[in-house]
């Protein structure tokens, strides 16, 4: 695994820390104000103004407040820079050299097709092999491929990617791969096991468009 897979492995480690560091810290400011509307309630102008326990719970609030402040600053940086991430397949150096070897090229050419730099068919076949043999996809857009439904033209609708969609005919049970708004593929009659095998089929292909 390359020294920057691992950065950013902790990096995400970090972040699920930085989380739960942030709740933490604003079930502690939510004792504290509490503890001050408590106070606040059962002593008067004066008495809040010399008491050293007010001054240290106010003081400890406004530190808490500062912290929340500055985290969430920092994990909403960290949040966009992991939404930006360039669309990659990661995979470990033997992967690589698995990839290498099978294809006879070279590792550069391994990543280039892994970093989606050449788009040629042996490419997107490395990516496919690459995924089906431990590889993870990150990065790109986020697409939920959940089945919907289409009522006013009767379909079953289920989205891959923004190139690559599924449709049911609910009436006449056609199915429909469209690819870059195009039909590419039309079936009929397929099983419950050959429909799900067609969905992973177009994942896989999502993944490596």
């Keep these: ?20 560091v942030l709740e933490m810290l604003r079930e502690v400011r939510m004792t504290a104000r509490t503890a001050l509307l408590n106070y606040e309630t059962w ?12 001054g240290a719970l106010l003081g400890a609030s406004e ?16 949040q966009t820079t992991k939404n930006r991430m360039k669309k990659q397949i990661l995979i470990d150096r033997k992967g690589i050299g698995y990839l290498a ?16 730099e050449r788009n040629s068919d042996a490419a ?21 491929d959940e089945m919907g439904h289409d009522t006013a033209r009767g379909l ?3 989205n891959f990617s923004s190139r690559i969609r599924l449709t049911v005919d609910l009436h006449g ?25 067609l969905q992973d089929d177009l994942r896989l292909r999502a993944a490596t468009l």
Aim: charged letters at 30%.
């Design 1 to 20: 695994m390359k020294d920057e897979d691992v950065k950013r492995m902790a990096e995400d480690v970090a972040c699920g820390a930085s989380k739960r």
């Design 43 to 54: 002593h008067d102008d004066y008495e809040l103004s010399t008491s050293r326990q007010y």
């Design 63 to 78: 530190h808490v407040a500062a912290a929340i402040k500055l985290m969430e600053e920092k994990l909403l940086i960290t």
């Design 101 to 116: 070897d099978a294809f006879k090229v070279t590792r550069e050419q391994v990543h280039r097709a892994l970093r989606f």
């Design 124 to 144: 997107r076949s490395m990516r496919a092999m690459a995924l089906q043999n431990g590889g993870a996809l990150v990065g790109g857009e986020a697409v939920d």
């Design 156 to 158: 079953m609708v289920q």
């Design 173 to 197: 049970g056609s199915i429909i791969v469209w690819i870059d708004r195009k039909v590419a593929e039309t079936y009929h009659n397929l099983t419950i096991p050959e429909f799900m095998k």
